[in-house]
């Protein structure tokens, strides 16, 4: 079974669980996590947890993030 910590760069429309399930069924593991959700619309990188690995989630999410975004002022969009 894989153990470790998967460093995946996150697809726009794609949540942060869809990879989690993705990769369950890649490596078919049970224990899949992320340590910070990343909204659908949002790409980005998101460490994926696998197998023992699991267990440092709770120290990730701990940890320090910078969000950065881009945006127009002025667009009107559907």
Do not use: N
């Not at 399930?21 to 947890?49: N, Q, S």
């Amino acid at each position: 079974m894989p153990d470790g910590i998967i460093i995946i760069h996150k697809p726009r429309d794609w949540t942060s669980m869809d990879v989690c399930a993705r990769l369950r069924g890649i490596y078919h593991e049970k224990r899949v996590g992320h340590a910070g959700t990343l909204d659908p619309m949002a790409t980005g990188v998101l460490p994926v947890f696998v197998g023992q690995a699991t267990k440092a989630v709770p120290f990730a999410e701990d940890g320090k993030k910078e969000y950065r975004a881009r945006l127009r002022l002025g667009t009107v969009t559907p």
